[in-house]
């Protein structure tokens, strides 16, 4: 498992993806999601106890998405173009 500063190399995330720009649209549709997960997180929760910061859900896509967390689909006929 890798440290959220680790997940800087632009050349490991395009691995997963066609290109980067690719990557950056699956990233940020997953930070998205994660979004609202902690903000329906926090509103279940009454406590006005402070919480630890958490890291920021872009750096958690980003790591998730160079670990393989999250899954995607290609439309049929489209695949990543060989390296």
Same mark, same amino acid.
């Given at each position: 498992m !890798?440290?959220?500063e680790e997940v800087n190399d632009? %050349?490991?995330i395009e691995k997963i993806a066609?290109? =980067?720009y690719e990557a950056v649209l699956l990233a940020a549709k997953w930070s =998205?999601?994660?979004?609202?997960e902690r903000k329906a997180k926090e #509103?279940?929760? %009454?406590?006005e106890v402070p !919480? *630890? *910061? #958490? *890291?920021?859900?872009?750096?958690v896509a980003l790591k998730d998405?160079? #670990?393989?967390?999250i899954k995607f #689909? =290609? *439309?049929s006929g489209q695949r990543k173009s060989p390296a």
């Open positions: !890798q440290s959220l632009v %050349e490991e066609d290109n =980067r =998205r999601k994660l979004n609202a #509103e279940l929760s %009454e406590e !919480q *630890p *910061p #958490e *890291p920021k859900v872009t750096s998405l160079v #670990e393989g967390t #689909e =290609r *439309p």
